[in-house]
């Protein structure tokens, strides 16, 4: 038995060697189910086409795959392999340099990813705190723009829901209140912010029964803010902004 079959034994691999191997081969096995999907999209049957759709939907988790040039696109901080990482392999046999050239591109995606998040991270502060200027003079309606504006570069930051909220209240757009204050506590289930102006929202919407179910959550939750709370709530006009 030569040097190379005593290596390429599995019990004597390390377990970062076999973690690497099952990465390898679950990534392998992914883009045979993508490949699947898209020659399916692809294959002018219409209920082929639809169903592709359907499973690349779901396997995609809500992102779709568009048939138009057979391309796709993944807007969120998703992973997409180059090509680069093929070239020169067997079509057959992914060795060594393919897990050390897909691993290469898996690290210059994730840099690549983490920089564009910081350029949409400086987007968005700057458009937050236009928003912020904005509310501060009462210009609620330009504040509203600039924090959609800053939601859109930033999606998973509750605080921008919570100040959205906020500026939705003082123009009175109370369903866009619950709205955001759901997508606030979506992101973080603790956010005293989104359960008081929710708890603001339904006792302007008039709707009772929610009114007193909220109020009473952000009252257990958050008793050394009694005071802060019942003030909140009473005020008819000019609200104060809160501390998270």
């Known amino acids: 038995m030569n040097a190379k079959k005593i290596l390429s034994n599995p019990a004597l691999k390390t377990t970062k060697e076999i973690q690497l191997d099952e990465e390898w081969n679950n990534f392998m096995k992914r883009i045979g189910e993508v490949s699947n999907l ?3 999209l692809a294959s002018g049957d219409k209920a082929k086409a639809d169903a592709a759709t359907v499973l690349a939907d779901k396997y995609l988790e809500g992102k779709v795959i568009t048939d138009e040039d057979i391309e796709m696109t993944l807007k969120d901080n998703r992973t997409v392999i180059n090509q680069k990482a093929f070239q020169g392999l067997d079509n057959n046999i992914a060795g060594e340099m393919g897990k050390e050239a897909w691993m290469a591109e898996v690290s210059k995606d994730a840099e690549k990813r983490a920089e564009d998040r910081k350029i949409r991270r400086e987007k968005m502060d700057t458009m937050k705190t236009q928003a912020m200027k904005a509310f501060r003079r009462g210009d609620y309606d330009r504040a ?25 209240i003082k123009l009175r757009n109370y369903q866009k209140v619950l709205d955001d204050c759901d997508w ?7 956010s005293f912010k989104a359960r008081l102006y929710k708890a603001k929202a339904y006792k302007e919407l008039e709707e009772v029964d929610k009114f007193d179910e909220c109020k009473k959550e952000v009252e257990e939750m958050f008793p050394q803010h009694h005071e802060l709370i019942t003030y909140f709530l009473s005020k008819e006009e000019n609200y104060e902004d809160t501390e998270d």
Not at 149 to 168: K, P
Not at 184 to 190: G, P, V
């Open 38 to 40: 898209v020659k399916d």
């Open 144 to 168: 509203l723009s600039c924090y959609n504006r800053a939601i859109e570069f930033i999606r998973d930051n509750h605080m921008l829901y919570c100040d959205r909220a906020l500026t939705n």
């Open 184 to 190: 606030a506590l979506r992101i973080n289930e603790k």
